[in-house]
Nanobody, 126 residues
Framework: QVQLAESGGGSVQAGGSLSLSCAISGFTDNTDGYNCVGWFRQAPGKERESVAAQSTGGGYIYYPESVKGRFTMTQNKAEKAVYLEMNSLKPEDTAMYYC????????????????YGQGTQVTVSS
């Protein structure tokens, strides 16, 4: 069974930092593989939006303008782990954050990836 397990969410004041982790497991020879990993977030009443994406082979990391320069995504392919470092957090960053995996990063900003975790809550107070 494919699982993406996030951890590291919490509450922080504006200007603070948080780090999220994601452990990916359960992919087998019989499971559609993944070649793109990333993070999405969803605030109450809003659509899910991508905040970072990268091919599992490395290379360019996609970020939307809203988080560029503040969020940094890294991955450890050998350990099947994905990380999101969030700095200079703002109240508008408050949301449930989801780790995600998909076959390709072609449509990284479209919230229809193949696999999502259960999410971890990030709350930023002013």
């Amino acid at each position: 069974q494919v699982q993406l397990a996030e951890s590291g969410g919490g509450s922080v004041q504006a200007g603070g930092s948080l780090s999220l982790s994601c452990a990916i497991s359960g992919f087998t020879d019989n499971t559609d593989g993944y070649n793109c990993v990333g993070w999405f977030r969803q605030a109450p009443g809003k659509e899910r939006e991508s905040v970072a994406a990268q091919s599992t082979g490395g290379g360019y990391i996609y970020y939307p303008e809203s988080v560029k320069g503040r969020f940094t995504m890294t991955q450890n392919k050998a350990e099947k782990a994905v990380y999101l470092e969030m700095n200079s957090l703002k109240p508008e960053d408050t949301a449930m954050y989801y780790c995600a995996a998909d076959q390709a990063c072609d449509h990284w900003h479209v919230p229809s990836w193949g696999y999502y975790g259960q999410g971890t809550q990030v709350t930023v107070s002013s």
